[in-house]
């Protein structure tokens, strides 16, 4: 079966600080990659995502992330965060061609230290 | 609409009661999915419809647990007899085909059983 994992679970930042945000994946087939960010008091909302292409993408306010298929990881990056960036981050992934169901991890919580 | 609607935002309920949440997607989106946000657990897939059915029902915990979706639009989750496990973040999300493309989430339901 799918999982994914997040490696870690709270993470504090001053801002201007670089970010990097862990995730792994279990599926020997090809998948598609998500980051979803939860504000606090909101609804989740995507980030960014990989179905192909440049493993290298860019997603929504300065977020990126790398998928490296020989290491199942698709960490999230950003260069300086901003207190703004104080969420809770999700990494899931899907297998193309079934339901679209998402298997998430269990979430980082980053708090950033204005 | 123009987002994901759930109601009710909260539910305390008490233990031994059934409770219907309600899920209204963007018009137009065919796949409807509920997920469970439990404390500590991330999130976790419920089910999954295609229009009014549900191909993938495989994360309902228990026969307590069932949903329905009527006119390809508003669907309901029910839980019967509601233990204090059941408490969690209930959420939905809707997207356009079957979701590979990622979805959008609603701000959903937090159920408490009390």
């Known amino acids: 079966a799918q999982s994914v994992s997040q490696h870690n679970h709270h993470v504090i930042l001053s801002e201007a600080a670089s970010l990097e945000l862990g995730c792994n994946y279990s599926?020997?087939?090809?998948?598609?990659l998500f980051w979803y960010v939860q504000y606090p008091g909101q609804h989740l909302q995507l980030l960014l995502k990989?179905?192909?292409?440049?493993?290298l993408v860019k997603g929504i306010k300065g977020f990126e992330a790398e998928f490296i298929k020989s290491k199942f990881s698709f960490n999230l990056r950003k260069p300086s965060v901003q207190w703004s960036d104080t969420a809770e981050y999700f990494c899931a992934v899907s297998s193309p061609g079934n339901t679209g169901k998402l298997i998430f991890g269990q979430g980082t919580t980053l708090q950033v230290k204005p | 609409g123009a987002g994901v609607s759930q109601s009710p935002s909260n539910k305390v309920t008490e233990k031994g009661k059934d409770v219907e949440l309600r899920c209204d997607p963007i018009?137009?989106?065919?796949?409807l999915y509920w997920y469970r946000q439990s404390l500590g657990q991330g999130l976790e897939f419920l089910i999954y419809?295609?229009?009014?059915?549900?191909?993938?029902k495989s994360g309902l915990p228990s026969d307590r647990f069932s949903a329905e979706r009527t006119g390809g639009s508003v669907s309901t989750l029910t839980i019967q007899r509601t233990q204090q496990e059941d408490s969690a973040v209930y959420l939905c999300?809707?997207?356009?085909?079957?979701?590979?493309?990622?979805?959008?989430f609603g701000s959903g339901t937090r159920l408490t059983v009390v």
């Open positions: 419809f295609q229009g009014n059915s549900a191909p993938d």
């Open positions: 999300a809707s997207s356009q085909q079957r979701g590979s493309n990622g979805y959008t």
């Open positions: 018009s137009g989106h065919t796949a």
């Open positions: 990989y179905f192909s292409g440049d493993p």
């Open positions: 599926y020997g087939g090809t998948v598609n």
